[in-house]
């Protein structure tokens, strides 16, 4: 049933009895209709192929609300807002030195390895007379790969003379295609997104770049310089991640005519035939080192230290937002442990200023067995 609070589909009991009562109507009260008889049998299979259908279309209704929607249902729903999921992209890294005998030639396509990360040579690469020569590469697979400057490769194909593989610089990150959450995020970050004289509007539109993890910003309406450090007048936008080009584009498109801008990073952007200088800060991390006590349950049960760690280091910390050891607890799965105690730089709490963000790595995390 269709009506304006939605849409109603009957169960499968419900249909089943619908369709003996029609039957009943038909032939008589006396019918037979058990499951093992024809009759009975033939209602079964109507009513479940009703059922079907019913389902089949409910679900249809509930894939055009783009807060219900998944998968391809959900990407052309956005699209109306004018928002396009993210496809996924290799990782790169433009500089990659290859040594070893003069003259010998890595052709493009060359499989290469770090671990159990592979990645592809893009052009060819002929070793110069110095030894050496410089080559591009990217992962093999589309998603999020990490080279760091001076990390070590493997050739899957062995070149006699070449005696070593050495990224010169850290890579590119690529990304994983996006999510259903994070669409359906942007998508409802979209109504603020044309709100121009707003700062929501401005964080809203930041977030909506790519490769932008996080961004806020921060306003400063009064005559006076506020406790974060900004002018009378101005405000600052804070972002993690993304393309200075991008996030200074965003900020000269939204901002309100005549406000002022705060930070750090000075970007030079032409805005219609209009050079402007835009000014927004990059936010620092802050790592923070944390001490956690455990005590096993029962005796000789064997205690994850490297499972600890990584459930302690998978938390995430927006902009300014301070770090609590009581916060941390409820990450960890302590299935045959106590946590005795844990503490965050030797203390409760960590301040974090209005332009760092906290960070916590695995090697910072000390588990102490008692």
Not at 133 to 158: A, F, N, P, T, W
Not at 309 to 338: P, R
């Given at each position: 049933?269709?009506?304006?609070?939605?849409?109603?589909?009957?169960?499968?009991?419900?249909?089943?009895?619908?369709?003996?009562?029609?039957?009943?109507?038909?032939?008589?009260?006396?019918?037979?209709?058990?499951?093992?008889?024809?009759?009975?049998?033939?209602?079964?299979?109507?009513?479940?192929?009703?059922?079907?259908c019913y389902q089949l279309i409910y679900g249809i209704y509930r894939q055009l609300d783009p807060y219900s929607a998944t998968g391809n249902w959900l990407t052309s729903v956005t699209k109306y807002a004018g928002i396009v999921r993210r496809e996924a992209t290799y990782s790169t890294c433009n500089k990659v030195i290859f040594s070893?005998?003069?003259?010998?030639?890595?052709?493009?396509?060359?499989?290469?390895?770090?671990?159990?990360?592979?990645?592809?040579?893009?052009?060819?690469?002929?070793?110069?007379?110095?030894?050496?020569?410089?080559?591009?590469?990217?992962?093999?697979?589309?998603?999020?790969?990490?080279?760091?400057?001076?990390?070590?490769?493997?050739?899957?194909?062995?070149?006699?003379?070449?005696?070593?593989?050495?990224?010169?610089?850290?890579?590119?990150?690529?990304?994983?295609?996006?999510?259903?959450?994070?669409?359906?995020?942007?998508?409802?970050?979209?109504?603020?997104?044309?709100?121009?004289?707003?700062?929501?509007?401005?964080?809203?539109?930041?977030?909506?770049?790519?490769?932008?993890?996080?961004?806020?910003?921060?306003?400063?309406?009064?005559?006076?310089?506020?406790?974060?450090?900004?002018?009378?007048?101005?405000?600052?936008?804070?972002?993690?991640?993304?393309?200075?080009?991008?996030?200074?584009?965003?900020?000269?498109?939204?901002?309100?005519?005549?406000?002022?801008?705060?930070?750090?990073?000075?970007?030079?952007?032409?805005?219609?035939?209009?050079?402007?200088?835009?000014?927004?800060?990059?936010?620092?991390?802050?790592?923070?080192?944390?001490?956690?006590?455990?005590?096993?349950?029962?005796?000789?049960?064997?205690?994850?230290?490297?499972?600890?760690?990584?459930?302690?280091?998978?938390?995430?910390?927006?902009?300014?937002?301070?770090?609590?050891?009581?916060?941390?607890?409820?990450?960890?799965?302590?299935?045959?442990?106590?946590?005795?105690?844990?503490?965050?730089?030797?203390?409760?709490?960590?301040?974090?200023?209005?332009?760092?963000?906290?960070?916590?790595?695995?090697?910072?995390?000390?588990?102490?067995?008692?």
């Amino acid at each position: 049933m269709l009506d304006k609070s939605g849409i109603t589909i009957s169960t499968l009991p419900e249909i089943k009895s619908r369709l003996e009562n029609l039957m009943r109507g038909i032939y008589g009260q006396d019918i037979n209709l058990e499951a093992d008889t024809p009759d009975g049998q033939l209602i079964g299979v109507l009513a479940q192929e009703l059922s079907n259908c019913y389902q089949l279309i409910y679900g249809i209704y509930r894939q055009l609300d783009p807060y219900s929607a998944t998968g391809n249902w959900l990407t052309s729903v956005t699209k109306y807002a004018g928002i396009v999921r993210r496809e996924a992209t290799y990782s790169t890294c433009n500089k990659v030195i290859f040594s070893g005998k003069a003259g010998l030639k890595i052709p493009a396509g060359t499989t290469i390895k770090k671990d159990s990360d592979k990645w592809v040579v893009l052009n060819d690469v002929v070793i110069g007379d110095s030894g050496s020569s410089v080559g591009k590469i990217r992962s093999q697979k589309l998603g999020l790969y990490e080279l760091s400057k001076g990390d070590e490769l493997d050739s899957e194909v062995l070149f006699v003379g070449l005696t070593s593989i050495v990224a010169d610089e850290n890579s590119v990150d690529g990304r994983e295609i996006e999510s259903d959450g994070s669409l359906l995020v942007r998508f409802m970050r979209s109504h603020t997104i044309n709100n121009s004289e707003d700062k929501s509007g401005i964080a809203a539109a930041l977030l909506d770049l790519p490769f932008v993890k996080q961004a806020v910003v921060y306003e400063n309406f009064t005559n006076l310089e506020d406790e974060k450090g900004l002018p009378p007048h101005s405000i600052n936008a804070v972002v993690v991640g993304g393309n200075n080009e991008d996030i200074a584009g965003v900020i000269t498109r939204k901002k309100i005519g005549g406000c002022g801008l705060y930070g750090e990073i000075k970007v030079n952007y032409n805005h219609m035939d209009v050079e402007r200088v835009v000014f927004f800060d990059r936010a620092k991390e802050k790592k923070v080192k944390v001490k956690i006590v455990v005590s096993r349950k029962k005796n000789f049960v064997d205690i994850d230290v490297d499972k600890i760690k990584e459930d302690i280091a998978a938390s995430n910390f927006v902009i300014g937002e301070e770090v609590y050891s009581s916060s941390l607890y409820c990450n960890v799965s302590a299935d045959n442990f106590y946590i005795k105690s844990l503490t965050v730089d030797g203390s409760d709490n960590v301040q974090v200023g209005y332009r760092e963000y906290a960070i916590i790595d695995s090697e910072d995390v000390e588990v102490v067995i008692e």
